[in-house]
């Protein structure tokens, strides 16, 4: 699948400032950049870097005097998806999970699965299997909480959105995530641009751990699974934030795009996948 | 420094379990292991490997049938540490640091440092530099929060200690770091084998990024500082847990020492660096 | 029922300090009291009220000088209670109720009815009537809850235990008036001494509004329902502690005892209530 | 001090409901209504009570059909209030208290004061007379708070304020009522309509129980303290919430007012009161 992804985001200063933003796509095995631009202005010294702990590509960004800031990236993004049916599955306890996803058990700080653990269990302790616990998991979601624009901060963990019931994407992941967690099941929390997501915005779902390989799940359900082109994986937003701001600057405007240039898309999504027993993979 | 450390823990198994232990001391630029050994009663399967976003050596072990599980780990360790006068430090903030540390700016499970930065800065903003910061913490921490053996558990955080002005190494260490990254200064959690501490048990404290090194601070002061033997470093607990169960075995028996084989073992202590206005780091 | 109840405490006295104990059984249409005896040893002044928003007798003590306090407690008293079929009750919505079973409704310190809406929902919106939401309520809890002491302390909110899924008898009837709330179900604590109580000690449990009577719960189900004592109600134990202090002494002994002065004791439990389809009221 | 309040809310209904509101003015010793009128329509059947806890007057109405709900309330409203000298006061601490405070000590579901004792105690402990506390606190909480709409929800208590330093004026009055429990000064919640507020709306402020009398005090120092005329007082918003709703209606429109008929209306300020070293006291 192809897309152009675009993100532009005005600031303005107030005074000195740092930013680490985390705008640009990724590449993987199965997600390549085919072009890509990052445009500061005015043009001020920046970094790239990724940080451990999960995929990522940073920009750090100084500023030292007040005024405006405008940051605007495009990129040419071609991605691929592995589509699996549920029943060629293997599972696997903890004793036997590859290193790369225990981290992925540990509670991180939007999603204690720590204090979760026996409202888990009563919810999804009758699930066997992986596949069922965060498909269980997902849809719980969906049909519990409302997606409320502004019903939650920068502060929000799973916790209270499982309390509340309404949140945003951001919030959908983390409480997927650190269910799945309490139930032993690696999850990470994925931020991605989104075709036909309404209104265009960042997006954010949650990844699990299954068989050797990360499948996807939107609780949110609002935007085809194989439209999502990855920007950073991480263990919460704490590790993917879009943007980490030092200071005071205050952002005036954003405008978020995904566009998919191929002819034919054919949304993937929750449904389509559950009517013919299957799971999605972003590689 | 030359330290001889063990841990023996004895486990009642009830059934089929899994345990992810961080026990074994790793090696660094200036800690080395002479001999170690790592045994397992009755001897079972078991994995070595480094999980991502700290420094640590997991041993996986799984176990199938009830009864008895002995592991007892012994080593020998070198250590080395680098004390500084606090006036050669240079002072650097978020948009100078070096990307290893940036990640120990962000909030993590046990240390929400984005729900404790208006508390943060009424207590320690008239303090300017990270050292002033750090120290400045590690002091309040000392003399508000008590320390009292059962009075905190395994989902007890940063905000929690604030509150309740007690615990153990473990929280005090979490209230250190939360503060410390609230003021955007760089902090990380250390598991250690430490000599002289008083029963001795496993420790843990904190370390601070200033001017490039990762400086140890101990809010309990229960252990000279150059009597540290590093066993893992990470965000925090969650990371750096000596052991995670997944089952329901049950702890018997646990016994942990840390010996220093050098004759003139001169204790590096928080009045010691005070009074001479320096700061250690553990190598 | 005919009951003789003690309660004895020593404090060790530091500096100046007031009490507020409330341990003496109140008096009510079914319970009365043939003699009692408050000594406080060494003799200091006392007042003896009841505050507004529960039923209670509070006795307020001034102490100025360090040393030890013996404050001992002897009553005499009868009790009575009534026993209704299930299916005898009428249904009342929010909209009937009597105005004195009201502020029952209301979220209290620590049963945080507000925030457990959803959860209570969830778990017990198939059910319909007053009795049948409290008892499935309780029996919940009775089943989902670790009586563990020391696994709780002063702040423990019903918040807390129904993340925690432990607690004592306080947090038991605590998390079942913050569930009976959530559904619009007026509920009171109550603290009772409490006969055939292993170990001895104070109890508390929780009372229902059900069709114009106060029904008592207890999810411990650790001391028959009609060898109860009542010492005070009211919304939760912010309004009916056994002893607030102000100042700092040391509790350094408690004595507390409740033996039934009739010969054919027949206790009535929660189990047997159920199988006659009843509900115990204390008058 | 004379004045015509009134508040006009709309409803709209989805089935049927319960209301229960607190709008009318309540009479005291020194608050006089010389006329007043509720009307509703359609004209459906209401009660009038009081609730135990606090000074209060409850309207319950219960609506069964569909369709709008138009409450309207007016009173002409006359006032007195006490000024005095803060040298002229005497010291009380809880040995003493009058047994109607008493309970404005204890904790309350908005004002967890059993949880900041120790932060109560580093901020104000310094401070020595009920006067100097409660004035501390109030001017701590303006300097330290900012008041913004839609900040906080209907959950929100002082430790979440007191944490993210921003809410409305019950958040405030929540807070101030905390902090002066935790250092032992009786304290309650109390709504008001206040003159020259802007925008109009209900008001909410916190009285403080000093040698004998409740002096109010108003943290967000958006009103005339003499400009205000009481509709309840409890021990936080639990026990007096404008409306509280059973069903789920929705308030489609509001509009408060309060004016003064008086020619000379003097405001009262928190700055004018600091100038003269006064309280001031709705009686």
Redesign the interface.
């Known amino acids: 699948m192809n897309f152009h992804v675009s993100s532009e985001l005005d600031y303005t200063l107030k005074g ?1 400032a ?1 930013f ?1 933003f985390s705008l640009r796509c990724i590449e993987t095995g199965g997600q390549q950049i085919a072009a890509e631009s990052l445009v500061i202005d005015p043009q001020v010294a920046s ?1 790239e ?5 999960g995929m990522n590509r ?1 920009s ?1 960004i ?1 500023t030292l005097n007040p005024g405006l800031l405008k940051i605007s990236y495009h990129a040419d993004v071609s991605t691929s998806t592995r589509i699996v049916p549920v029943q060629s599955l293997n599972v696997d ?4 999970l590859s ?2 996803a ?2 992925f058990l ?4 939007y999603c ?1 699965s ?3 653990r ?2 888990a269990q ?1 919810m999804f302790g009758h699930l066997n299997t992986p596949y069922d616990i965060a498909s269980g998991i997902s849809d719980w979601i969906f049909e ?1 909480t409302a997606y409320v624009s502004g019903s939650s901060g ?2 929000s963990s799973a916790v209270d959105t ?4 309404q949140g945003v994407c951001r919030d959908f992941a983390h409480l997927g995530i650190a269910l799945c967690r309490s139930m ?1 099941v690696p999850a990470r929390y994925a931020t991605c641009y989104a075709h036909q997501l309404n209104p265009p915005d960042f997006h954010a779902c949650f990844e699990v751990f299954i068989d050797g390989w990360w499948y996807v799940f939107d609780p949110t359900r609002l935007a085809p699974l194989n439209g999502l082109v990855r920007i950073a994986t991480g263990r919460d937003a ?2 993917a934030a879009v943007c ?1 701001i ?1 200071g005071n600057p205050e952002l005036t405007r954003s405008s978020v795009s995904c566009d998919c240039s191929d002819m034919n898309f054919i949304p993937v999504t929750r449904d389509s996948l559950a009517e013919r027993h299957e799971l999605i993979a972003l590689l």
């Open positions: 000195p740092a680490l970094e870097f990724s940080l451990v702990g940073f750090r100084k306890g903890p004793g036997n290193p790369e225990i981290p540990f509670p991180s700080r204690q720590d204090r979760l026996q409202q009563d519990h920068e502060t499982l309390e509340q019931r032993s704490a590790d980490t030092f």
